[in-house]
């Protein structure tokens, strides 16, 4: 599984339907689980982004269709970086050739 980290802002139409916003998320565990993810951790933040999530993914297809679901509601919008553990951090630096 893939980790990703996707950082959140409301739109007009979310701030305005806040108080909804907890049901949303509800539903959106419950997409993940349909697609064979998952959402780890949800964090309501400050600052430039106003909630942030950490999920486990089968693929980058699967993220960018689930990220397009959400998005198509109009609540939020969404940065999504993919994220590596630092298992595969030192797999990858071992992978880099020498000049």
Do not use: C, W
């Amino acid at each position: 599984m893939a980790t990703y980290i996707t950082l959140m802002k409301f739109t007009q139409k979310g701030a305005e339907n806040i108080r909804g916003g907890p049901a949303r998320l509800d539903k959106a565990k419950k997409l993940f689980s349909s697609m064979g993810a998952e959402i780890k951790a949800f964090y309501l933040v400050m600052g430039s982004y106003d909630a942030i999530s950490i999920t486990e993914e089968p693929d980058d297809k699967t993220a960018a269709k689930i990220r397009l679901a959400i998005g198509s509601q109009g609540n939020v919008s969404t940065e999504t970086l993919r994220a590596f553990t630092e298992e595969e951090y030192r797999d990858i630096i071992k992978g880099i050739p020498n000049n």
